[in-house]
């Protein structure tokens, strides 16, 4: 139930004119404007990327099996000056120690470089190689498929398996696999080798450049980036290898609806793959039987398809997917098992079970209007932050204990929503948020692309191709972010958006698309684009630090400006400035806890001001949590704009933005108080000084 009864307004009108719009967007335009001052680019004969197929999360049911290769696996460095030494050499060949180079034990998932007690792996430019070996079964041996599969590698990776090339993969941040079945010693041990290389060129998903700097050790490449944060790279996410069997369910897809009548509606997809069954098995009459549970495990719905994978699942008296403190039961789940049975006899009496697979499914309707951003019905408001995946040694390694930390302080300050800047986040955290019912603007990794030509075009393309690929079937994505602070207000900006935006849309699967944008409403060519404009902007830090008397006139008028120019619903994005934990001062100066409370109260003014205007839908705090960056002047052992700290302890500010949170929740939807939100201070007032919101 939610708290408050509201009636909800007939949106599903609304929800299928936006499916029908995306559809309509096939195409890319070929007549392509020229600019003298500037070459720009023809986008025209631009390749779009090849849609995924596959990388279903791996899931044990009945008929699969999942090991975990996590754990320690081996790395040698390869020499900076000569990356490709060990493809001349083959060193994927035999095992690493067989190179002559230093082999040192390398734990997975995790990033590499602060592992190490040298600079040297550190800063690393160029690639690493890592290995380890593994079992499989006899069993394994026939009848069924074996994958392997990286949840990430940063930034490209070629695979080998005893020594034969099995994958390879570029783009940080998201997932690749590949069937090995022929490669593997059945009964017997393997080798997996993967050579992991962490350059940035111009043509990379973010941009970066090598150059070569002259040292008292004479001349080494060296990685430059204009973003702010440390480049890790390493083996970042789980590595699975699981068994599927010949003919099996290679990909799925859901849409859903929930309409005020609380009908729920699951569209769902399903692609087979029987490429690998004998001839005799491929004429078998293959049907889906679709079976959908409640949390209690209640069977809720069942349909049977003959010979057709996709259909429609009405739900009667759905629990719809609320966020958290939208409702008391926030992010509820249905879980919907899919099986694929061969008809063995004409009344499908004898049917044997060829594959299943579960997928966690929410119901609920997203749509969006040129002011605001609806969840089955409802006006959203975003309070939430800007991220990394970033700790202490694991770099952006995965790290559950991290993820549910994380999530709990998510909850603890009242936030309703984050974005995933400034990259895909782990399959994890996704499945999280679906469960803990926190919403997500979900983000490719072209942070900062500067240099706009065709081929960086096509990178960037496939980057988001793949990312909506991976996530969207989770509910707690409302959007997409095309790109985080691209130079947009460059000539060449123009065509390349229009040209990635149209893209995007054509299978942006009912999500709007969106972007975190530094450029000014009066230069920016890729707002235009957008459904909903995200801007970034740091009033009293990298613009008239210590001025907190400047910030509430220049950020309101800065929103309004983006409205009157584009009339979309606008977010900002990013606000905030480095806090060094533990250092106080009064009066406020830059730098102390004060400063950090006084700068976030006033963009509280600026946002309510902007509240009322009904089309400011959401504010985000740069950042969640401190950070590690490149090695600047400007960062004391990295950037320190967290509410907590990198050890994932509060600041100062996070008392008091617990307070706003929780008092706008409060506001829009009635939630409870958690009890702790004030203190005692005296019998006249029980507020904690921190009350005037
Ligand atoms: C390995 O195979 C992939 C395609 O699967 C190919 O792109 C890559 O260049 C190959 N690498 C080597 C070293 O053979
Ligand atoms: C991109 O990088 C390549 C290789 O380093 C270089 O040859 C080329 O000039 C660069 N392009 C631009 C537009 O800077
Ligand atoms: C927003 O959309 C509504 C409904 O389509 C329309 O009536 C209104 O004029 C639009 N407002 C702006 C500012 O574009």
């Known amino acids: 139930m939610r708290w408050k009864g509201k009636a909800l307004p007939f949106f599903l009108v609304l929800q299928l004119y936006v499916l029908q719009v995306s559809a309509n967007q096939e195409g890319i335009p070929q007549s392509l404007k020229h600019n003298k001052e500037w070459p720009l680019f023809e986008y025209g004969e631009i390749r779009k990327p090849t849609p995924t197929k596959g990388l279903l999360y791996p899931r044990e049911s009945e008929t699969r099996e999942v090991r975990s290769l996590d754990g320690m696996w081996r790395l040698v460095r390869s020499d900076p000056k000569d990356p490709l030494q060990g493809i001349r050499e083959k060193w994927y060949a ?25 600079d040297s792996l550190r800063d690393h430019v160029g690639t690493v190689w890592y290995e380890r070996t593994f079992y499989v079964p006899r069993l394994w041996k026939d009848g069924v498929r074996t994958w392997l599969r990286f949840g990430s590698v940063h930034y490209s990776a070629i695979v080998w ?123 078998l009459v293959t049907n889906l039987r679709v079976v959908l549970r409640d949390r209690d495990g209640t069977e809720v719905g069942q349909q049977m398809n003959r010979l057709v994978y996709q259909g429609s699942l009405l739900v009667p008296s759905a629990k719809p997917w609320w966020p958290y403190l939208m409702n008391s039961d926030p992010g509820y789940l249905y879980s919907m098992e899919f099986q694929l049975v061969v008809a063995c006899n004409e009344d499908d009496s004898g049917c044997a079970l060829q594959d299943a697979y579960r997928l966690p499914v929410g119901i609920r309707t997203l749509s969006w209007s040129n002011q ?39 909850k603890w300050i009242g ?34 692309i500067d240099i706009f030509e065709p081929q960086l075009l096509e990178q960037h393309m496939s980057s988001l191709e793949q990312l909506i690929h991976r996530d969207r079937n989770h509910p707690s994505v ?26 995007t849309r054509s299978i942006a699967q009912g999500r709007p698309l969106t972007a975190a944008i530094n450029a000014s409403p009066s230069t920016c060519h890729l707002a235009q684009f957008l459904d909903i404009v995200g801007f970034n902007r740091y009033n ?32 900002q994005f990013e606000y905030g400035g480095d806090t060094m934990e533990g250092m106080h001062s009064l009066p406020a100066f830059i730098w102390s806890e004060e400063y950090q409370v006084q700068l976030f109260s006033k963009h509280f003014r600026a946002f309510d001001e902007l509240r009322g205007k009904r089309w400011f839908i959401g504010e985000f705090v740069w950042n969640f949590a401190d950070f590690r960056t490149a090695q600047t002047i400007t960062r004391v052992g990295g950037n320190k704009k967290g509410v907590f700290t990198r050890n994932r ?30 203190v005692y201070i005296s019998r006249h007032s029980k507020h904690s000084r921190h009350n005037e919101l």
């Not at 974005?419 to 900062?448: K, L, W």
Request: aromatic share 10%; proline share 5%; net charge negative.
């Open 540 to 571: 009293s830090w990298y613009q008239n630090a210590g001025r907190t008397d400047m910030i509430v006139d220049q950020l309101t008028e800065e929103a309004e400006s983006w409205r009157d120019k584009f009339e979309k619903p606008i977010i």
């Open 478 to 503: 409302i959007a997409w972010s095309v790109a985080n602070e691209p130079r947009s207000a460059k000539p060449g900006a123009l065509e390349y958006f229009e040209t990635l935006v149209t893209y």
């Open 415 to 448: 936030a309703n929503a984050y974005r995933t800047s400034h990259y895909p986040y782990s399959e994890e955290s996704m499945q999280f948020a679906d469960e803990q019912g926190i919403m997500i603007i979900d983000e490719c990794p072209a942070v900062n």
């Open 161 to 283: 398996i005893n020594g034969r090339n099995a994958t390879s993969h570029s783009i940080g941040h998201l997932p690749f696999e590949a069937d090995i079945s022929a490669l593997l010693n059945f009964g017997g041990e393997n080798l997996v080798t993967v050579m992991c290389d962490n350059r940035l060129g111009n043509r990379t998903i973010p941009q970066g450049s090598v150059y070569q700097a002259s040292t008292d050790k004479g001349t080494v490449p060296v990685q430059s980036y204009t973003f702010d944060f440390f480049n890790y790279a390493g083996i970042h996410r789980s590595v699975h290898l699981y068994t599927t069997p010949l003919i099996h369910i290679s990909d799925l897809e859901v849409r859903t609806l929930y309409s005020s009548n609380g009908m729920g509606r699951i569209d769902y997809r399903l692609w087979v793959d029987a490429s690998q069954a004998a001839e005799y098995q491929q004429m």
């Open 649 to 678: 302890q509060p600041k100062e500010v996070a008392h008091l933005l617990r307070q706003r949170y929780f008092a706008i929740a409060r506001e829009l939807d009635h939630c409870p108080l958690p009890e702790d939100l004030t």
């Open 94 to 118: 035999n095992s690493l120690r067989m190179s002559g180079k230093e082999v040192i034990p390398m734990p997975v998932p995790a990033s590499y470089n602060d592992i190490a007690t040298t």
């Open 372 to 410: 605001s951003l609806l969840l089955n019905g409802v006006p959203l408001y975003l309070r939430g932050f800007g991220r990394h995946e970033d700790s202490d040694i694991r770099g952006k390694g995965l790290d559950n204990a991290l993820l549910a930390r994380d999530f709990n302080l998510l």
